[in-house]
């Protein structure tokens, strides 16, 4: 053998076992696509029935939303009406009702002076006006304090 023969077998061995090396690569390879594949398969199928059903959630959950937006511009509407309602009733009423609690607060402590000519009421009959209520005279001690 010659010297060309020998390099050209070394070469045959090399490039046999390069073929050889690259053949166990891509076995490995199609190996891993395949398995990839079957995950991604049913990756997939599972994928596709919580998508439909988490659609479903967010429609539903849009729903509710929208339900609760159209119950709070309600009681927005009624907060608004009823504070009308009340400052409407507090100015048409208040007035007259403080007149009329003066009113009878004078009449009663005319009608409670003795007959002596005395300006100072009994102690029994002693009595603070709030707003419509006569209060004892005990309470009003407590109320300035």
Do not use: C
Not at 8 to 32: E, M, P
Not at 37 to 64: F, G, K
Not at 81 to 94: D, P, Q
Not at 100 to 122: C, Q, S
């Amino acid at each position: 053998m010659t010297g060309g023969e020998v390099a050209g077998i070394l070469v045959a061995v090399f490039w046999a076992i390069l073929v050889s090396f690259l053949a166990v690569v891509l076995v490995r390879l199609a190996q891993t696509l395949r398995a990839t594949t079957r995950m991604v398969a049913e990756v997939t199928e599972q994928a596709v029935p919580l998508l439909a059903d988490a659609s479903a959630t967010v429609r539903s959950a849009q729903t509710q939303l929208d339900r609760v937006d159209a119950i709070a511009s309600d009681v927005q509407e009624v907060t608004s009406n009823a504070s009308a309602l009340s400052s409407t009733v507090a100015s048409t009423f208040g007035g007259p009702l403080v007149k009329v609690a003066a009113f009878g607060y004078g009449v009663r402590k005319a009608l409670g002076r003795g007959g002596d000519g005395e300006d100072v009421p009994r102690a029994s009959a002693r009595r603070t006006v709030i707003v419509g209520r006569t209060v004892p005279s005990s309470r009003r001690r407590k109320q300035k304090g």
